[in-house]
C-alpha cells in the first residue's frame, strides 16, 4: 500500500479575507481524497496566532473552530523539523511533506508564509515568494504587465506619505489622466476590499482614505466596462487554460459584498464570447501568468470591452476555493474535477 502524503491545510490568516478562508478550506477538506492523505489542519487567527486542530471540520466553516480541539503551535523555518512544533509541556515536532496554504489576501497570498515555507525547505502549493509578493502589489502586477505589453486599465499609484504631502496634486493627476468614474483599490488587498467606485473629486477624496485603511499605497484606475471574464491557470513550465467564466455582479462592480454575502451575482460557464475570442483570452491569461513567474493555479481576470478589446484586470496567486467559487467551477467544467484538481495542485507543488 503506497505511503500517505502528510498534507498541512493552513487557514484563516491576519486577512482581512480570514472569512473567505474558512470557507475555501472547508471545501478542499469536503472534496480532498483521504485515502491520499494524512491530513494536518492548521489554523491562523486573526491577530496571528497558530493552533494545530484536531476537532470537527464544520466548526471551521461556522468559526467555532477555536473553541474546540486547538493547541498552539508554529511552523517552522528549520529545515531540521520540516513541518510544525506543537506548543505542548514537551513540544512534539510534526514533519509534514507539503503545505497547501488556503490563505486569501494579506499574510497568506502575499509570499509572506511562502518565504517561510521555502526556508523551511517544505514544498508548498501555489506561487513562490516573488511571484505571489508581486501579484498581489496592484501597482508591481501593473508595471511589469506594461512592460510586457499586456493591456491594462491606465492606473496611478501614490505611497499614503506622498499621497499626505501633495493629496491635491495627485487628485489633479487621477482627474485629468483617468477621468471619472474612476477605480480606487488598496495596492495589496484581495477580493475587493476597500475598493470603490468614485465618480466625482469628492468622493475620489473619500475612496482614498478608505482604501488607506488597508494598505499604505493606493492604485487607482480608469474605469472599464465591459464582461468580466474570469479564467484559470493551472500548471508550472506548461501551464494550462481552462474554459473562462463570465461574472454578471449584483453591484456596479464585483466587490467583496458581491462575491460572498448577497448571493445574487449570476455567473455564465462558460463565458457568453465566441470561440475565438475565448482562445485569445487563454493565450493572454497564460502569457501573464508565465511573465509574473507564477507556478501551480492562479485565476487571471479580465475585462472585455464592447469593441473587442481584452484588458486584463488583476492576477489572484491563491483563487478562492469555497463550493461557488470561479477557479474549481472553472475546471471541473473543463473536466477536471474538484478532487483531481487538489490532486494535480499537490503533485506540481512536489514537482517543485
Known sequence: MTQKLKLGLVFGGASSEYEVSLLSVSSVLANI??????????????????????GEDSCIADDTWQDGRCVPCVLSPSREHHGFVILK????????????PVLHGKNG??????????????PFVGCGTLASAACMD??????????????????RAVTMHAYQKNQAAFLDEVEHALGFPCIVKPANAGSSVGITKAADRDMLASAMELAFRHDAKVVVEEMLYGKE???????????????LGEIAPSNDFYDYNAKYIDGKTVTYVPARI???????????????????????????????????????????????????SMYPQLFVASGVPYSSLIDRLIEYAMAC
Not at 491530513?39 to 497558530?50: A, F, S
Not at 514537551?90 to 507539503?98: F, G, M, Q
Not at 497570498?109 to 517544505?122: C, H, P, S, V, Y
Open 274 to 324: 465566441t470561440e475565438k475570442e475565448s482562445d485569445e483570452i487563454r493565450r493572454i491569461a497564460v502569457q501573464a501568468y508565465q511573465i509574473m513567474g507564477c507556478r501551480g493555479f492562479a485565476r487571471v481576470d479580465f475585462f472585455f470591452s464592447e469593441n473587442g478589446e481584452i484588458y486584463l484586470n488583476e492576477i489572484n496567486t491563491i483563487p478562492g476555493f469555497t463550493s461557488i
Open 229 to 243: 471574464i474570469e479564467c484559470a491557470v493551472l500548471g508550472n513550465e506548461e501551464p494550462v487554460a481552462s474554459c
Open 89 to 100: 509541556e514537551r513540544p512534539e515536532v510534526v514533519r509534514l511533506d507539503c503545505v497547501f
Open 109 to 122: 497570498e502575499d509570499g509572506t508564509i511562502q518565504g517561510l515555507l521555502t526556508m523551511a525547505g517544505i
Open 33 to 54: 481524497d483521504r485515502t491520499r492523505y494524512d491530513i494536518y489542519r492548521i489554523g491562523i487567527t486573526k491577530d496571528g496566532r497558530m493552533f494545530y486542530y484536531t
Open 138 to 155: 496592484k501597482a508591481t502586477t501593473h508595471t511589469l504587465l506594461d512592460k510586457a505589453g499586456v493591456l491594462g486599465a491606465k492606473w
